[in-house]
C-alpha cells in the first residue's frame, strides 16, 4: 500500500551571528532549529560517513578511515506540532502529543557525542505500551565506538499502560554503560495500591552474549514483601536464555526459575510455583485459590513448548467454592505432540473433565480436545456477563469437541441445564431455567430453554448464539404470565414497576449491544412513571443502578484491567397492552413532589429504556378509575377522585407527556344562617372540580366548585347559588372560597365576617394575593399556626392570638411570631435554639408584651436552660 504525505508549506532560513550559525525549518508538522559551528556540506559528508561504517563492529580498525570529517558541533531544538502524520508514515503504532519539544546536541571532535532530552513532560505511545508525562535524558560519547561508548539514561513516566490491561503510576529508569559494562536501576510503583518493584542489577555486553548479574530487589504488594535474587549469573544469546536461579519469595509463598531455554532439552527451563495465592490476579472475577505447579520449557523448531503438572486448589468466585483444579500436560516424542489432561473436583466428584492432544508442527486442524461436564456448578458464569445477567446458578451436564486450531477453534457437542436460575438485572426479575443446549460449528442451538417465575409463570426461547464475533444472539419465544418487572425507584428513579405479562419476546444482537422486543399484555401488577423538570432530564439516563449487596473491600493491586468487564449496552423495547387490573401511577411537577395520579385502566404504551439511554414512552393511557392527589395552590394536598376517561399521552420522555385530567373532591363545609335572627350554622356537601392539561412536567390546573346537594332552608340555599355565581365570575372570590372550604370548613362570606371569621377571612385574602407567586414554590412542611381562642362571645378578635414557627437546622432552630391580643409581627417574638437534645440544653431570645392596669409594656430577655435528670 503507497503512503502519501502532502506537505503544502515548508519554510528554510538560515542566519550567522558570528562564527555560528543558525538553520531553520517551519512546517505544519514540526519546527525544527538548528545552532552551531556547521554547514551543510559538512553535515552531508557526516551522514555518508556514519552510513559507511553503520555494520562495522570494529570501527576503530578500519583502514578506509584515512579521511576523517571535519568537526562540528550543533544545537538542536524540535518542537513536534502536528507530527502524528509524518510518524505513521515510518510507523503506524507510534504517537507523540502535540507541542512536544525534543532538544540536545550533535557534535563530532575526533568521536561523536549525542545527547537527547526531554525536559516538559509528555505523553508517547506505541503499539502495546503507552507513556503519560514522559521525561528523556540521554547522552552517548563515543556514539559509533563500542569499545569507549559511554551512555547515560534517565527516563521517567508518571503513568504507564500495558497492552491496554495493566497499568502503573511511575516508572523511573536510570541506565548507565560504559564501555561493555552496564548497570541499570529500576523502580516502578502504582501507589493507589502501594505496590513498587525495585530491581537493579548489572552486567557485561559480549558479541555473542549479554551476562547479567541480578543485585538486591524486591517486590513490595498487598502488604507483602517478595525478594527477588539469583544464584548465578543470567547469559542471553542468540541461541539460548540461561537464567541462574532466580527465586521470587515472600514465607512460604515462592516462585522459582532456572535451566535453559533452546532447542535442546538438555538442562531445560523449569519453572517451581509453591503455595501461590492466585486472589489477586483472579480479581478480576473476585475468584481466590492456591497454585502449585512444576513445569518444563523448551524450543522445538521455533515453537514454544511446555510440560508438566499445576494445580489451583480451593478455588472459589465470589466466595462461592468451586472445586480443585489440576492439568497435567505430556510431550509424545513418537508423535510430536502435546497430550492435555485435566479435570475439577469438589468434595470427590469430577465436575470437569479434560483431555486431548495439541500438535504445534501442524499449521491447521492441530487440536483435539473433549470437554465433559458432570454437575458443573454454572456459577462460574456469573463474572462473565455481570451487566446482563446475574445470581446464575444451576448444573450443567454433556460433552463438547474442541477442533480446528488454536486461532479458529471449533466447538462441537450437547449438554442440557438442570435446576438453573439466573436474574435479568435491566428487569431485576429471578428466573428458573432448564433446557437443552446443542453446538454445531461454533454456534449454540437452543431449543425451547424454559424460563419458570416464583409465580408459575413461563416462558419458552429458541435461538441461536454465536461464540465468535461478539457472541451475537437470536433469540424469540413467547411468554405467560411472566413477572416482566420487578424495579422500585431505587432501581430506576423514572420508571419501575412488579408487571406480570403474556407475548411474544425476540432477542438480538452481540453481547455487548442487545436488543430486546417485547409486545405482551398486562395482566396483574403494577407500575410508576415519575417526570422531572426539564434541567434534570440529562440526569436521568440509567435503566438501572445495581449495588452488590456483598460488602466489597478496597483492592491494593495494581490497576487491572478486568477481561471480562461487560460493558453491554442493552436496549429494551416492550410494547404493551395494559388491562384495567393493573394498577398505574404517575407523579408529575417536581421529582420532590408527592402529587400524583393513580389508578386503573386500559392503555396502549412503547417503553424504550436500555443502559445509559434515557425512558422514551409512546402511546396513551385511559383511567377507569383512580384518584389524583394534589397541592392546592401548592398549599395544602388533598386527593380528588379521577373522572373516568381522563388520559395521559405519551410522545417522547416522560415529562413531555401530556395530561388531560379531571377530577372532584367532597366534604362537609359549614354556612352560616343569613337570617339576622338566628346564629346557627348548617353543614352542606361542597364539590371542588379539578381540570389539568399540559405537560406534565407543570399541568394548567384550573379549579371550580359546586355544591350538589340542596339545603332544606331556602335562605341558605340563595346564598349557596351566589357563591357559585360569584366564583364564576370572579377568580379572586373562588381562590379564596376554595381556601375557606379545604382549610377552615367553611363557606366564605364576604357579607358576615367578624370575630374569628374576620381573622380567618383577613389570612385567606394575604394568600389568596399571594397564590399566583407561590404556585411555583414548595413550602415546607415545618411550618406551625397555633391558634387561642377564648371566650367567643365576649369580642372574639380582641381575644384571639395567632403564633407562626418556622423550623430550621433539623428542629433545632426555632423563629416564633406572634399576632392578635395586644400583640403583632414585631414586638411579639422569640428566637430559640436547641444546643443538645441528650442534655436538653437551650438557648432562648424573646420579646413579649404585656399588659400592666391599661398601660402596655414591652419585655425583652435572654434565657440558658440546663437540665439534668439525678434519679
Known sequence: MEKKIILKQITIGSAQNGEENILTLTSPFMDCRLKGVFTPEGLGSHIKHLMSIRDVADLTNRADQATIPTKFSIHYTINCKKVSALLNWFYTDLYISPETTFLGQLRYDHAYYFSLELPTASTICFKQLSLEKTKIHLTINHLTNHIKRLVRLNFSSEKLNWNKKIQTDHLALQLLIDKNTFTMSNTLSCQPHHSTLSLKCSGTLMQDAIYIDLLPSCLKTHGKIWTIQTEQTSVISKTAIDIGNLSIASGNEGLFIGGKLSESTDNPLHCTIRNLTVDHFLEAVQGAGTMDAQLLAYLRKGHFITTGTLSLKECTIKNHPIGSFTTKVDWDSSENKLTLGGMLQKAGQQLLQVHGYYYPEKQQDNLNISVGFNKMDLYLLNPLVTSVCSEIKGEINGNFQVTGSLNEPKLNGKATIDKGQLKINYLNTLYQVTGEIKANQNVLYINQLYLQDAQKGHAHLSGTIGIQNGFPLMLSGKVEQLHLLNTSQSDNIDFYGNIYASGTVQIQGPIKDVIIHMHAKTHKGTFTIITHDKENIENTTQLVRFIYNKEHKPSNQLSIKDPYQDKAAVKLILGLTILPNVKTKVL???????????????????????????????????????????????????TFTITPNSQVTFNGYPQEGIVDIKATYKQMAFIADPSEERNDKESVQVEISLSAYGKLVNPSIIYGIRFPLKSVNAQINTKLEECYSQALLDKNYLNKQILSLLIAKKVYDVKNINGWDALSASINDLIAQQIQNWTNIEIETDLDINAWKKNEETHPLQKTKIKVSYLFLSNHLKLSSAFGRYSNLFNDWEISYQISKAHNMSFKLYQQPIENIGEKIELFGISLSYTKQFW
Open 588 to 638: 408529575f411537577g417536581s421529582y420532590n413532589s408527592n402529587d400524583m395520579i393513580q389508578g386503573t385502566g386500559e392503555g396502549n404504551i412503547q417503553l424504550e429504556i436500555g443502559t445509559n439511554r434515557k425512558p422514551y414512552l409512546l402511546g396513551n393511557y385511559r383511567f377507569k378509575s383512580g384518584t389524583c392527589t394534589v397541592s392546592v395552590y401548592n398549599l395544602i394536598q388533598k
